[in-house]
């Protein structure tokens, strides 16, 4: 299901809010990810420390092109090596996607309406899928390697 109008309008409306406190959010968002759900820590063991940056810079991309994705696919294809390298699997990702709705509403506060958390709901989890296919399918080609 493609993404409506209005979630891509919302997102895009978010995009100097993100310019602005992206770091902020995606710092909680790790702090959220580890206290809630610990198992997934071990992951980011070999992290560069400026991960919360990297995700931010990344979400910010992601923002300014949901309507235009093939301008994604090489950041697709980046981020889905670097999930397979570290063994990231399709039931990590609405643990990461609490923890950054979760880390919007702690650092925007009211800010944070439910208009757009239910547009980066979306936004998040259709973004998710393309990754789960495409290491899906890089899982699947080393195994049979
Ligand atoms: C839509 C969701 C996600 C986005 C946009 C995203 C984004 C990124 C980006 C941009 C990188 C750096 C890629 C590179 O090295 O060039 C990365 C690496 C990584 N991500 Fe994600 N990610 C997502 C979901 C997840 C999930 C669900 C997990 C697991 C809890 C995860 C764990 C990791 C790990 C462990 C790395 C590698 C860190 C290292 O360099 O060792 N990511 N991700």
Known sequence: MPLSQQTIDTVKATIPVLQEHGLAITSRMYDVL???YPQTRALFSGAPEDQPKILAAAVAAYAGNI??????KDAVERMAAAHVRTNVKS????MVG????????DVLGDAATPEILEAWKEAYFF???????????LYAS???D
């Open 34 to 36: 580890f206290e809630k």
């Open 67 to 72: 309507d235009n994705l093939d301008a994604l």
């Open 91 to 94: 039931e990590h990702y609405p």
């Open 98 to 105: 609490d923890a950054i709705l979760t880390a919007m509403q």
């Open 127 to 137: 973004l998710a899928d393309v990754l789960i296919k495409r290491e899906e399918e």
């Open 142 to 144: 080393s195994e049979a």
